[in-house]
């Protein structure tokens, strides 16, 4: 992944018939999910009816040791949550899976995804009186489901209700003292599916890898708007919301997000991969000697450029295995410093060759040229660069973290110029007509490249912008337009939701 984005978490949820090491399968299904988010990550254990849990900053490995794990009691039901976020700053207080207590029971949350209309949601529930402990829009979406479950007959039916309030991206599984619930949006903007362990268990995870790592079977996918109950007397779907809008599963989830070993919507990632590969050798040639890929989400592509082109393929770099991924890291300066130590060049498959090198993506180009660079220390004689997926040109709303068009490099450039700016002697870049073929032809979101939209665009999409100072939060409140007011007054009072957050 030569650039700076980030995909948001992954979610997974068990429930069993009897009280079992629940913890103990959540973290196996979170360990298989870890490559979605690495910031922080949490498990929560209902056991009959009491909630235990732990959530931490950093990897499931770093927060879940033996010790650790062992604490956390036998039980009937978890949810897990791998994070990265894209609202809400790093932080142990935006940590998931968020609890709740309310007149009703009590509610695990975890969620993947970004809503669009977040700020106008919250700002309607900060007006009638609601008080937020994170800065994240996954409380918004407890806030709200705790909110119908005032009046609602059951969660499920509170779930629905809430569903008809949000916009964007989520696919959630959340449990509350009796049930496991997991939750996909009408759009089906992200992954979820469903999995059966021999000995009776029930497994939702954001991809089908973790379901495997845990021990389930593939039972089948949620499609976009369903709602699936896990209770004692079995599986129970809800489609009121199916069909209500057109499915766009974002595209990137088969070009970098999702395991290869995955299978998303019936197309295995791996057949993706190796699909945009060959949409690229026929697409954009190269006169070369070897073809090479960039650890990990590039090799895939690479060998699909080398069986369409006749290029050997060859492995052009050494992964150093306990560096997570590039763009995961918050910070640009640390995604710039980790890449000599993330990746180290094999000299013997490129000096005095000419090289293709294929990646996924290239977003602001440092690290393109880092790695060409690395290259051309090695003794590449030339560096064709092949990306598999079309330039990144627009912002996206539903958690991919990239918030506007500033330091997009491919945005007012030409291929040859962001070639230039990356040291290599071309570039090539999937054509964007051509995503329906590695798709497999389903509804998808490329938004993020061909300015589509699915839903309204938000005012404001920053990353931070539920992290106002006082008086700036107290002035964005007087400057709310008539029609956000007229919402908050007719938000019903949450007063009565009396919310804790466990550690």
Known sequence: MTGAIHEECGVFGVYAPEACPVAVTAYYGLYALQHRGQESCGISVCADGLFFSRKDLGLVSEVFSPEALSRLPDGQMAVGHVRYGTTGRTGRANCQPIEVNHQKGRLALAHNGNLSNAGALRSALELSGAIFHTTSDTEIIAYIITRERLTAPSIEEAVSRAMGQLEGAYSLVLMSAAKLIAVRDPHGFRPLCYGKTPDGRYLAASESCALQAAGAVLERELLPGEILVFDESGVHSRREHCGTAQPRLCAFEYIYFARPDSVIEGRPVHAARLCAGEILARRCPARADVVVGVPDSGLDAALGYSRQSGIPYGMGFVKNRYIGRTFIAPEQGERGSQ???????????????????????????????????????????????????????????????????????????????????????????????????????????????????????????????????????????????????????NVRDCFNCERSHSS
């Open 339 to 489: 890449v000599r130590i993330k990746l180290s060049p094999i000299r013997e498959t490129v000096a005095g060759k000419r090289v293709v090198l294929i990646d996924d993506s290239i977003v602001r180009g440092t690290t393109s040229r880092q790695i060409v660079g690395l290259l051309r220390e090695a003794g590449a004689r030339e560096v064709h660069m092949r990306i598999s997926s079309p330039p990144f040109l627009n912002p996206c709303y539903y958690g991919t973290d990239i918030d506007s068009r500033e330091n997009l490099i491919a945005c007012g450039r030409t291929p040859g110029e962001v070639a230039a700016m990356i040291g290599a002697d071309s570039l090539g870049y999937l054509p964007v007509e051509d995503l329906g073929e590695l798709t497999g032809g389903g509804g998808y979101c490329a938004a993020c490249f061909d300015g589509n939209y699915p839903t309204r665009i938000p005012e404001n999409t920053r990353k931070d912008r539920f992290e106002l100072p006082l008086s700036q939060s107290r002035k964005r409140r007087r400057e709310l337009s008539e029609p956000e007011r007229l919402r908050g007054e």
